[in-house]
């Protein structure tokens, strides 16, 4: 579906924020073109608007067998933002439209050079938490998801390599819901731990990430 003028309008003034350069690693399999388009086409729009701060690194999987397995990619497209040194930060098996649409534009103006508010917290509490994933299941219709997801980017990218974020939007891999029985979102899953059900604090996801 065409994005609305409105939408595209409020893109662009948001990237228009980005302070430097950022790289987003987009992951597609050729076998799946219509996904594969798709996902370049959202991805594009962000590009075309971001005053060239915004570089596309598309990495086919019938041609880029060593960065697939170095990133250990197993999804068809994924996307994966990482910071100044490659590392994974956050992976969307989700396409970041509609209500992702604010989440995916933040992380990328935090990756930019934007103030983190979360980070002081977490460097305090580093040494006291473990390497974690924290699993965010969604779907693009969730009034309440884009709050989490934005939230658990921020944790990921202040917690300088101990945290990934995994956002997942449910109905695009409906293995992965029927896997965790998910009957609402969002849905957190830290490591293989007890899920979180439902919005969470940042006190409260610290507290769990702090028990792992």
Do not use: H, W
């Not at 979360?118 to 779907?139: D, H, Y």
């Amino acid at each position: 579906m065409p994005v609305s003028y409105i939408i595209e309008k409020m893109i662009k003034q948001e990237l228009l924020k980005l302070k430097q350069l950022v790289s987003i690693k987009v992951f597609i399999d050729d076998r799946n073109e219509l996904e594969a388009k798709k996902t370049l086409s959202i991805l594009k729009l962000y590009e075309e608007n971001s005053n060239k701060k915004l570089n596309l690194d598309i990495i086919n999987s019938s041609k880029s067998n060593n960065i697939i397995e170095e990133y250990q990619i197993e999804r068809f497209p994924t996307i994966l933002l990482t910071d100044a040194e490659g590392n994974e930060c956050i992976r969307y098996l989700a396409a970041p439209q509609g209500s992702e649409i604010k989440p995916f534009i933040q992380s990328l103006q935090v990756l930019s050079g934007r103030k983190n508010y979360f980070e002081a917290k977490l460097k305090k509490n580093l040494n006291n938490i473990k390497v974690s994933t924290i699993n965010v299941m969604v779907t693009k219709s969730c009034a309440y998801c884009p709050e989490l997801v934005n939230m658990v980017s921020q944790f990921a990218l202040g917690s300088f390599g101990k945290i990934k974020a995994k956002i997942i939007d449910i109905l695009e891999n409906p293995d992965i819901g029927k896997r965790y029985d998910i009957e609402t979102v969002p849905y957190i899953v830290i490591n293989n731990g007890k899920p979180i059900v439902g919005l969470t604090s940042p006190n409260e996801l610290l507290e769990r990430l702090l028990k792992v």
